[in-house]
């Protein structure tokens, strides 16, 4: 899936958000500058929150409120060390999570999480999705589903 723009690249976050359910978990991996917190502000969106969202780079993890709690992490600075935060808190919430750098905890997760990769192009991002468990496959489809609709 390609993004020629920042606008394209929220919008597509929007669609997702609007498909995100309870404990629903999205994993956002890219080089810095990828557009992991643009592409949030859309699913932010999606969910109804109509305020500005900022990287949670320095305090891990920022809350939102919406349709759904969301729960917005970015465990960069925490690395390999997940008990350094209560991730159940978030995982088991009654909100959806992403979580920037979520590659870096990715065996402390449950089963259940929607991969995404942003890769920056010389004109926009080129976005690839990799799902986990059968509630990922199907938020997955819905959002394949919906983006082809929008063609």
């Known amino acids: 899936m390609i993004s020629h723009n920042e606008t394209e690249l929220i919008a597509l976050g929007k669609?997702?958000?609007?498909?995100?359910?309870?404990?629903?978990v999205i994993i956002l991996s890219g080089d810095l500058g990828a557009g992991k917190t643009t592409f949030?502000?859309?699913?932010?969106?999606?969910?109804?929150?109509d305020q500005m969202i900022k990287s949670p780079t320095y305090t891990i993890v920022r809350e939102y409120e919406g349709r759904l709690p969301l729960y917005h992490l970015d465990v960069y600075r925490i690395g390999n060390d997940p008990d350094s935060i209560d991730l159940d808190?978030?995982?088991f919430g009654d909100g959806a999570t992403i979580i920037e750098w979520g590659?870096?905890?990715?065996?402390?997760?449950?089963?259940?999480?929607l991969k995404i990769f942003i890769r920056k192009l010389?004109?926009?991002r080129e976005l690839a999705f990799e799902a986990h468990g059968a509630?990922?496959?199907?938020?997955?489809t819905s959002f394949e589903q919906v983006e082809k609709t929008d063609d």
């Open 15 to 24: 669609q997702l958000g609007k498909l995100l359910e309870k404990q629903d």
């Open 89 to 91: 808190d978030f995982l």
């Open 135 to 140: 509630r990922a496959e199907a938020l997955l």
């Open 40 to 49: 949030t502000k859309g699913i932010a969106k999606g969910l109804g929150i």
């Open 122 to 124: 010389e004109d926009g």
């Open 103 to 113: 590659e870096l905890i990715e065996p402390s997760l449950s089963d259940a999480y």
